[in-house]
């Protein structure tokens, strides 16, 4: 047993530990794919830490802690693949992963100078190329070609290089290099923000791919230069650290989205709305502009969840949601601010009559049956829309007036006479505005 190898061994599992259980409190996928590489990241340091006699077991050891390390970058890498759900992109990652063990297992087994280096080295250029032809009609990434271009490169270096003074060391140097360099690229392109997680994430990853060019440079060049072992595990914690900050930052920032947004719908909740509201109704004021506050009061929701489920009450609260989303400007903000009430804010430029059109085709998309799972859904809504600074010029009385003429739309059918004089919510110490003060006060 070389003894030397396990302080690597215990702070590698110790920062796998202090990771999961970060990762714990925010699951995710890809949390659980970095877990997956680092748990491999201590299984290449557990086969190092072993020393036997046996030629087959001590292959298999160096085959499984060099096959580990080459397992756990291309899984980093997959990881932050935006499109990883893509079919090809799951060939692909099965692909490179066995044309990468394959080439190992030769690397290990085979003599020195053996024919089987040239047919696995050219399957590690010519599996990810022929995949990205295949399917190149049907889809394309800036990302696909760089790992193809990446790896097309590693395969010719290899075919040139590995049958030199010392190539084999050189090649197997060379495919780890291309691994983490990878992985380096794809966490770049991912997470395109100046954290500090980030920031050291990828730096880690750059530092780690350089340390299989700069070791062996420094043995060819200076062999009088001797280097500790655990300074090129260096890298290896550095990514490490950077993923766990880049775990608590992720979850900072989910809780941050659901202080101010719905969990259901994704929407902006009631304290989004207030804020975004005021803004829209300054803004309008400085331009001279107006703004339209349209609320919508889903009909007959509660029968959809005492006769189909709660269930089903979510799904359509979401699909609710993504149509009002889909029909109105980016500028514009629609939000759920109740349990089946959406408010929508229509920014400058807008007017009545446009809020209007806006609300008579909500009301309209309302109408069409939801099908969800099986089951038909028929709601409708009712709908008020008032105007800054015609209806009111502040947020709280604008709220009450759209809240009045909605409970009126609801109640009259949008046809007939109101049933009720009054709104069923009245107004409680509004501030009335100075000269509507002035007029009542005379």
Known sequence: MDWSKLPDLAAVALLTCAFASVAHKGRSAVSGLWLTGWLLIDLH???????LQNQFIENLLTFVGYASLVWAGL????????????????????????????????????PSGSWMFVPTAALIGAGPLLIAVFTSRKFFHPLRFAIVSIYCGLSAFLLVFQYRPNGPDL??????????????????????RTTTGTLITIAGFFTWA??????????LLYPSVHVESEVWN????VVAVGMILLQLENQIEHNKHLALHDELTGLPNR???EDRLDGALE????????????????DHFKQVNDTVGHHIGDLLLKRVGQIFSARVRRSDTVAR???????????????????????ESLMQLLEEPFEFEGHSVRIGGSVGIAVFPEDATDAATLRIAADRRMYGDKYAGRTGEPQIPEPRIQPRSVPLPDSEREAAAR
């Open 45 to 51: 340091f557990a086969a190092f830490v072993f020393e």
């Open 75 to 110: 899984i980093f890498t997959w990881a932050c693949i935006p499109y990883r759900e893509q079919l090809s992109s799951r060939v692909m990652l099965f692909t490179l992963i066995g044309a990468n063990s394959l080439y190992i297992a030769v690397f290990v087994a085979a």
């Open 171 to 192: 090649a197997l140097n060379a495919v780890l290099f291309t691994v983490y360099l990878s992985c380096c690229i794809h966490f770049w392109s991912t997470y395109k």
């Open 210 to 219: 350089f340390v299989f060019a700069v070791g062996p440079a420094i043995e």
């Open 234 to 237: 260096l890298p290896k914690y």
């Open 271 to 273: 304290r989004l709305f």
């Open 283 to 298: 803004r309008a004021r400085r331009c001279g502009a107006q703004t339209a506050l349209l609320l919508v009061d889903l």
């Open 337 to 359: 601010t109740g349990g089946d009430e959406f408010s929508i804010i229509l920014e400058s430029p807008t007017s009545r009559e446009i809020a209007g059109l806006v609300g």
